[in-house]
């Protein structure tokens, strides 16, 4: 069916194979990579120091801890800072809570060298934070902080542990979730991980040991926070806050990441095993790797501790399987390579991948393979399948993995998460063979011209054809497998050489493309305009590794006059670029100069000119100038000599206006001048006066 576009349309269509492989790439891209070199790039870039420091303590402990975890050796120097600011906040009293406790982590980290007098006053500090605490982030940070000191001292105990963790467990909800304080009502996803946390160092501290009945109902309130977890289509896990008050809402990654480490820390200092899903823990890892590089710092640090307490955690460590390419080629004979690595791209325990099937996209037939193991390469540390099964030719495919650990005391370690589905595209050089180009006769059907294309190289064909007349093109299109292939898009366009494009869909049966135009019936599409028209072929796909758009050559229409109430073209659209291009050339063609004296005649007209002045001159010797009432004092005699200066420099400048000077210039120069020549004149003038004054009164 022909349809009818504009200019940008058609370039929007033809250039759709472009647009539809790249969208395909992203989508086989969907599935979730382990923490690579990207991360620890983005890492010194958002973590450089401003200035030598970075803003606060807490800036500092994270950027600390994100090169620690992913092991950066090539990073910012930020230890001598750290250390400084460590140390001017431990020995300071008046260091709030929170600027202590990122203190005592950063340390953790540094190994900053704090003697035992400060160990002593964060310590008595501490205690009577806990016991004075009236909200979760008070002790959160108090006994976070007594946390840290033991880990650095050792002997740190809570006297009232059993107290404090009842005091603590206050905060909590029916629902999971838990309040920051006993005066705010909203209770959040967030908050309960900062309890976790702060309970699981309760815990550590308690001597003697805990009531276990205490840790027991906090396992039941673990099941019911995980009870409202959210889900991405693509299996991620994920905590979201939705309250009434945004003033203190944490976005999913922030609320997630606090629910980790609650979670993990909680999971490490108990005995009892969390009645978690493993599964549950392998869409958090998820969540996580598919945020894929943050672009902020707070969001890549919480990304990458999160996914460093995961990867050590006591519940579930998850495996990642990932693979380089999601794109093969059956020409190039692609081998197809998978990785099983830990979140932070740590090697896997010993274990089998197996491809357990290959089913084509949208389709529900059964498996175009059969289960088979990968094999292992141990200088790559990937599991390959050298070959593809003939089965699979070019297109999309989801390919079905999964993974078998070795041992079964592994399987209490780590989840792999059961079967992994991938999509694969599978992409080949398409033949095209049989391309032809002819102009039929209407009535018959036979051939009139007829010429062969070669879609592989260039093409100059010239054909002719009337109202009466038809043009078919074909082809036809092969997979590497010599399977019938149907390309995404099969487009012929015609473009006349007024700009005004038509774009047909060229049909196929089979193996076999066709179009054929039956101008008697496209005059009124083609606004009855005879001349030139441009052809050009547009085939393309995803999977097809060589998709063309080439121009086959042109044709010579001729069309019949247009009717009265025929539809005229549409206007085509103006380059909103063009007005910024090049001009056109302005010629010009001055007036030829008028005829002008001879060169000597000018010049003794010029000579003639100064004659006045020599008559003046000869003049003033003829009457005798007579200088004797020019002042005799040297202030009065300055001015005068200022005034005649001044008139000689006003004559020099009528002179240099007929010379060089134009009109303003001499305007800005004479106003200058003449203030000059007007102040020094009135006192010369004011000098004379007073002196014939005295003249006549004597």
């Known amino acids: ?75 910012p120097d930020v230890t001598a800072t750290a250390c400084r600011l460590v140390s001017e906040t431990v020995g300071s009293s008046s260091s709030t809570l929170k600027n202590v406790f990122y203190a005592l982590k950063a340390n953790s980290i540094v190994k900053c060298k704090i003697n035992d007098k400060a160990y002593q006053g964060i310590i008595t500090r501490l205690n009577a934070a806990v016991d004075g605490a009236r909200s979760l982030p008070d002790f959160y940070y108090s006994v976070g902080g007594l946390v840290l000191v033991k880990g650095s001292k050792g002997d740190v105990h809570l006297a009232d542990a059993d107290g404090i963790f009842r005091s603590v467990k206050a905060f909590r909800q029916s629902d999971g979730r838990w309040r920051s304080s006993s005066s705010n009502p909203e209770s959040s996803a967030f908050a309960a991980g900062i309890a976790l946390e702060t309970l699981a160092g309760v815990v550590s501290l308690a001597s003697p040991e805990l009531d276990q009945s205490l840790i027991s109902t906090l396992n039941n309130d673990i099941s019911k926070l995980f009870d409202s977890i959210e889900k991405y289509d693509d299996g991620a896990l994920y905590f979201d806050d939705k309250l009434v008050d945004g003033h203190d809402h944490q976005g999913p990654l922030a609320t997630t990441s606090s629910v980790v480490r609650g979670l993990t820390a909680f999971a490490a200092v108990t005995d009892e095993r969390l009645n978690i899903p493993s599964n549950k823990i392998l869409g958090l890892a998820n969540f996580f790797l598919g945020i894929g590089v943050p672009g902020d710092a707070k969001d890549l640090f919480n990304q990458i501790d999160s996914l460093a307490c995961l990867e050590s955690n006591r519940v579930s460590i998850p495996l990642i ?94 989840i792999t998460g059961g079967q992994k589905k991938v999509p694969i595209f599978v992409s080949g050089l398409i033949k095209i063979e049989n391309a032809e180009i002819a102009v039929l006769d209407s009535d018959l059907g036979s051939i009139e011209t ?80 005879s001349g030139r028209y441009d052809i050009e072929l547009a085939v393309g796909d995803a999977v097809m590794e060589n998709s063309l758009l080439l121009a086959i050559g042109h044709i010579e ?84 000599t200022l005034l005649h200066v001044s008139i000689g420099a006003v004559l020099s400048l009528y002179v240099l206006f007929w010379l060089k000077l134009d009109l303003f210039q001499t305007l800005k120069l004479l106003g200058f001048l003449g203030v000059i020549l007007v102040l020094v004149g009135h006192r010369v003038l004011s000098h004379l006066a007073s002196t014939s004054a005295k003249l006549k009164s004597a």
Not at 324 to 342: A, H, R
């Open 1 to 75: 069916m022909p349809t009818n576009l504009n200019f940008e349309m058609a370039r929007s269509l033809v250039g759709f194979t472009v647009l539809l492989l790249f969208l395909s790439i992203c989508e086989s891209a969907s599935f979730f990579q382990p923490i690579s070199d990207s991360h620890r790039s983005a890492a010194v870039e958002l973590f450089s120091p401003d200035h030598g420091s970075l803003k606060s303590l807490e800036e500092t402990y994270e950027a600390l801890r994100t090169f620690d975890v992913l092991g950066i050796e090539k990073k």
């Open 321 to 414: 399987l990932s693979l380089p390419s999601t794109v093969l080629s059956v020409t190039k004979e692609d081998l197809l390579q998978v990785n099983v690595n830990t979140v932070l791209g740590s090697n896997a325990p010993p274990l089998t991948v197996k491809l357990v099937g290959v089913f084509t996209s949208g389709s529900k037939a059964a498996s175009l393979v059969e289960s088979q193991e990968l094999v292992f390469d141990d200088g790559t540390g990937m599991y390959n399948l050298k070959n593809l099964p003939k089965s699979i030719d070019v297109g999309s495919y989801t390919f079905v993995f999964e993974i078998v650990l070795h041992e079964l005391e592994h399987e209490k370690i780590y």
């Open 450 to 529: 007829q010429k062969k294309l070669d879609l592989a190289g260039q093409n100059a064909v010239s054909l002719s054809a009337n109202h009466l007349q038809k043009l078919r093109v074909s082809f036809k299109l092969t997979t590497p497998h010599g399977l019938a292939f149907k390309p995404h898009q099969a487009l012929l366009k015609l473009r006349h050489e007024s700009k005004v494009e038509h774009i047909f869909v060229v049909g196929n049966s089979g193996k076999q493309f066709e179009i054929v135009l039956n101008f008697l019936g496209l005059v009124e599409k083609f606004f009855y305009l």
């Open 557 to 640: 229409l001729d069309l019949p006059e247009p009717p009265e109430k025929a539809t005229r073209p549409p206007p085509q659209p103006v380059d909103p670029y063009s007005r910024y291009g090049p001009k056109a050339e302005i010629t010009h063609i001055f007036r030829a100069p008028e005829k002008r004296p001879p060169k000597e005649l000018s010049l003794a007209f010029l000579g003639l000119t100064f004659l006045p002045l020599l008559g003046f001159l000869i003049g003033l010797l003829l009457l005798g100038v007579n200088l004797k009432n020019f002042p005799s004092n040297a202030v009065p005699a300055t001015f005068a």
